[in-house]
């Protein structure tokens, strides 16, 4: 009996140990599987944080190169706005030049000077204060020009309102009213006949122009044209 009994005392103990050992291991497994996946959630979540560093490194990567990039087409885009102002400038100022060298030889220029020593012919020296007139021989090259050089010094015209310079190759009138201008040529002769500036005609009011095969000059009461070797006259 007693036998009996410990047999199964025996066997309800090593069953109540497998029971403990199973208990035991799968307690040990859970604790496993726990870790395993806290050590997999952590391994996901320094991965991710990685993943955002590199990109916000790369982000401000992008912004700098990006920045550079604005910077230096500002910086081009102002030195190609100060050079085209520069060019724009010089351009300018030659225009401006080119504007005052054709205003001066279009109308009635303004001398560098307004007195001048310059040798006549005969070798005198002669003093030219008269501005408009000294301005008018400048056009023309001075005594180097076809004008060639003076014959004496400026004088009074007959009616008082006028001053003259007599050149080699033509004369120069002056008034208040009419400015400097040359006559010479055929023009200056038929002007000749007229009476000069005391004619019907007056003072010469511009140089000579030769377009379409004729050349006029114009006048204060009309015009003289010279053309296929003849003269007209044409009054206002």
């Not at 910077?71 to 060019?87: F, K, L, Q, Y």
Request: with cysteine; proline share 2%.
């Amino acid at each position: 009996m007693n036998t009996q009994f410990r047999k199964i005392a025996v066997a309800a103990v090593a069953v109540a140990a497998t029971a403990s050992v199973a208990t035991a291991c799968s307690q040990a497994k859970d604790a496993a599987s726990n870790a395993t996946a806290a050590a997999g959630s952590a391994a996901g979540q320094a991965t991710a944080a990685a993943g955002s560093a590199a990109n916000k490194a790369t982000e401000a990567a992008g912004s700098a190169v990006n920045g550079a990039k604005s910077a230096g087409n500002s910086a081009g885009a102002e030195a190609s706005g100060a050079a085209g102002s520069g060019a724009a400038g010089a351009s300018g100022a030659a225009e401006s030049g080119a504007a005052g060298a054709s205003g001066a030889a279009g109308g009635e220029a303004k001398p560098a000077v307004t007195s001048t020593e310059i040798k006549s012919e005969s070798g005198q020296a002669l003093s030219i204060t008269n501005a408009p007139i000294l301005a008018e021989y400048a056009k023309y090259g001075y005594a180097e020009g076809h004008l060639g050089a003076p014959q004496g010094a400026v004088w009074t015209t007959p009616d008082g309102k006028g001053k003259a310079l007599t050149l080699k190759g033509g004369t120069i009138y002056w008034s208040e009213g009419s400015g400097a201008h040359v006559v010479h040529g055929e023009i200056g002769d038929k002007w000749g006949t007229l009476k000069h500036e005391a004619g019907k005609l007056g003072y010469p009011t511009g140089d000579e122009v030769d377009a379409d095969g004729a050349i006029t000059q114009k006048f204060q009461g009309g015009e003289i044209t010279f053309k296929g070797g003849e003269t007209t006259v044409t009054y206002n």
